[in-house]
């Protein structure tokens, strides 16, 4: 075993793991740690509980195995994604502000080392951070609180009739920078669950999706995370809403205990779990070196 748990565990102030993100609280063991360094070194795409799985076929970040640092008070481990011109990604655990300044060098050094054109300083911080920027981790808890059908103007796509249906192209290019030109494709590929769509006037003009139930680290079901837009002219109806708890409503009625968002801090989604009652986890800063 390479990681120490009497090390790592007191410096995971966010349930946050390299190349898995974000993960519910129960699963978070040593184990999820040395999962990530194995598949470093097999080559293994996926390890079968990781939800990026249900996103593409090839897992195209890995841990930097050789870049690790695991000492008793701070913990950093690098990641390479090939993605565009690569990124050296370095996760920085650790309670003194020195521990960013030392992940910042690491990863400069190994952005150089592979050729990659960016590197980034990942910081996991707790939930009682103040003034806290970037992304919040939030959870719904199936198990606390029913969630019930809210109605309204939402069904799967494929349920609304064929005139309806076709304007999703549209509102998928016009929603492109929040994912849904993507998750589009992969309707039309077949290789995504049903999506939830908003119409006004015989017009998509908001959709949450896909929408997939799949076992975590240890069994648990979890509802994994959506691509979630609405037009900007179609907001203030309250259609988001609406769309979200429809989207809660199939995962609970499906069997799954909880799901795992990630908002950033401050912006439409995230005033929305908010005021949903979602509780925070924490936050995942990142930052360019």
């Known amino acids: 075993m390479f990681f ?3 090390w790592l565990r007191p410096v995971l102030t966010a349930p946050i793991v390299p190349t898995l993100g974000p993960v519910h609280p129960h699963v978070l063991t040593v184990d999820l740690f040395e999962d990530t360094l194995r598949a470093a070194v097999t080559g293994r795409s996926f390890l079968h509980y990781d939800k990026d799985r249900c996103w593409s076929g090839e897992k195209d970040e890995t841990v930097l195995r050789h870049g690790v640092v695991h000492r008793p008070d701070r913990t950093l481990v690098p990641t390479l994604s ?12 650790g309670h003194h502000g020195s521990v960013v300044d030392e992940a910042a060098g690491l990863a400069a ?13 990942v910081r996991p911080l707790g939930p009682e951070t103040g003034s806290p920027r970037g992304t919040r981790v939030q959870l ?8 019930p059908d809210p109605g309204g103007p939402v069904r799967p796509v494929a349920a609304w009739p064929a ?3 076709e304007t999703f192209a549209s509102f998928a290019t016009a ?3 929040d994912g849904l030109a993507f998750l589009h494709r992969r309707m039309r590929e077949g290789r995504c669950g049903p999506v939830l769509a908003a119409a006004v006037e015989d017009r998509i003009v908001g959709a949450i999706g896909p929408l997939e139930v799949r076992p975590d680290a240890i069994g648990c079901p979890q509802l994994l995370p959506q691509y979630f837009a609405v037009l900007p002219e179609a907001r203030g109806q309250g259609l988001g ?11 609970q009625s499906r ?4 799901q795992l968002l990630q908002t950033e801090v401050g912006g439409p989604s995230d005033l929305l779990c908010r005021s949903e009652g979602l509780a925070s986890l924490g936050f995942s800063r990142t930052t360019r070196v």
């Open 4 to 6: 120490r748990w009497e």
């Open 82 to 93: 090939r993605r565009g011109r690569g990124v050296v990604k370095v996760f920085a655990y």
């Open 109 to 121: 050094q190994l952005a150089a080392v592979h050729g990659a054109a960016d590197a980034r300083v």
């Open 140 to 147: 719904q808890d199936f198990a606390s609180r029913p969630c």
């Open 163 to 165: 005139a309806v249906r």
């Open 175 to 177: 929603m492109a920078a």
């Open 241 to 251: 809403r609406v769309l979200w708890r429809a989207a809660m409503h199939w995962g």
């Open 255 to 258: 069997g799954a205990a909880y």
